[in-house]
């Protein structure tokens, strides 16, 4: 028996005033039984910080949170969500240009401390999204979302219906 999937869409606005990138986006999600709405909607900021016409969101299993393929179907950039081990990161930057991480856990230092040695390359970039915890993004939870998502000075505002959430993104490893 197949698990159970939800449908999830999302009208996504993003001025991310330091890509001078301003678009809006229709996003529909496949969230898995086994995801949070906190790692969904992880998945829908990284998405805000990342935009691009061809940027696309993995399918689950050995496929990334997100990412950007070429014409071959190669990948390009790979983007994590989490804390992956380092067998996943050394995999992700042998197959693809770049390696962005987006980890959202208040154990992210220690975590790139442990596998950093191990898993450290050239075209791996590893985020902290930090500031309030990201269990408050669930207030923005729906299964049909209408989002603005602001981005300035290192600081993220995602904004639904009434309520906003403001999030640093910290760099732990360029």
């Not at 039984?33 to 940027?55: C, G």
């Not at 969101?57 to 992956?84: K, Y």
């Not at 290192?154 to 999030?167: K, N, S």
Request: with cysteine.
């Amino acid at each position: 028996m197949a698990a159970k999937v939800t449908t999830v869409t999302a009208e996504l606005d993003i001025s991310d005033m330091e890509r001078n990138y301003y678009r809006t986006h229709n996003l529909t999600l496949a969230q898995p039984q086994s995801e949070t709405d906190e790692r969904l909607m992880v998945r829908v900021l990284a998405f805000a910080l990342q935009a691009d016409d061809l940027l696309r969101f993995g399918e689950g299993g050995e496929e990334p949170a997100l990412w950007v393929r070429d014409t071959a179907g190669n990948p390009e950039v790979w983007i994590e969500i989490g804390e992956p081990d380092e067998k996943r990161l050394q995999k992700a930057c042998a197959r693809a240009k770049q390696v962005i991480v987006y980890s959202y856990a208040s154990s992210a230092q220690g975590w790139w401390n442990r596998i950093g040695a191990k898993a450290d390359r050239d075209n791996l970039i590893i985020y902290h999204i930090q500031g309030v915890p990201t269990s408050r993004l669930n207030t923005l939870c729906q299964r049909e979302m209408k989002l603005h998502c602001m981005v300035q000075d290192g600081q993220v505002w995602l904004t639904g219906g009434d309520e906003t959430v403001q999030l640093d993104v910290a760099t732990l490893k360029i």
